[in-house]
């Protein structure tokens, strides 16, 4: 019988790149990415997938609010931007034999 592993992907995005929205309704956006979840392959990235929630009354907001927050988008839709142009992230050894991500439009390392 073949075992199931739990293997989570290693993604190409990380937290603090710039990446740009491939498609969805913030189509060609650009943003920082806050967080990432690895296992649900999801990532929050600034002023991306605004929705509005409504806050109910408690005791610090008596009257309530909408507030609009940042939702997890798929990161198959997210592409890394180096230097202003997005492009495809490849891993290969560096100099000290660590893999390290670099971009496959200009073959330069990336700073992690």
Known sequence: MRRKYNK?????IRKGDTVKVLSGNDKNKTGEVKRVNLKEGTAIVDGINM?????????????????KLE???????LQVMVDGESTRIGRKLNENGKLQRFSKKTGDFINN
């Open 71 to 77: 939702s997890p988008i798929r990161v198959s839709k």
């Open 51 to 67: 929705v509005t929630k409504h806050r109910k009354p408690d005791a610090d907001n008596p009257n309530g609010s909408i507030v």
């Open 8 to 12: 989570i992907p290693k993604l190409h």
